[in-house]
């Protein structure tokens, strides 16, 4: 991945950048502008889906060969990985990369909240009332 290519918020560690990615799989990303890929979590038995977070090259390399899922904080600017302070761990069961190359899918064995608000989704309770198609 070329810098020059990224929309990097300024400031950004130099960490963001040093990835031990295979580069075989880095090579199937398509990233956006600040070189993030958007990472859907669904509970493996269930299909929940339980939350959204964002990966750069190395928090998907930590992610494929730690067993736990970590991610990139763009508020933090910093690699987080789920569960360390809460205790709410995401355990990889699979990851998987759609048919474009730009968002993945993490199935995962959840252990409590997977939403910082405490809520067992953080899709919960926020059903925006869409009409359904006949």
């Not at 991945?1 to 990303?29: C, K, Y």
Request: with cysteine.
């Amino acid at each position: 991945m070329r810098t020059e290519e990224l929309n990097i918020v300024e400031n950004t560690p130099q960490e963001f950048f040093d990835s031990h990615l295979d580069p075989q799989v880095a090579s199937r990303l398509k990233r956006d502008s600040a070189g993030l890929v958007a990472a859907v979590v669904q509970q493996y038995d269930t299909g929940d889906v339980l939350m959204l977070g964002w990966m750069n090259d190395e928090a998907l390399h930590r992610t494929l060969t730690e067993g736990r899922v970590t991610f990139w904080s763009r508020s933090r600017q910093e690699y987080w990985r789920k569960g360390d302070t809460s205790g709410h761990i995401q355990k990889v069961h699979s990851v998987s990369l759609d048919c474009d190359g730009d968002a993945l899918l993490v199935k995962v064995d959840q252990t409590g909240a997977a939403c910082h608000t405490g809520a067992r989704t953080c899709f919960d309770d926020r059903d925006l009332n869409a009409h359904q198609a006949v």
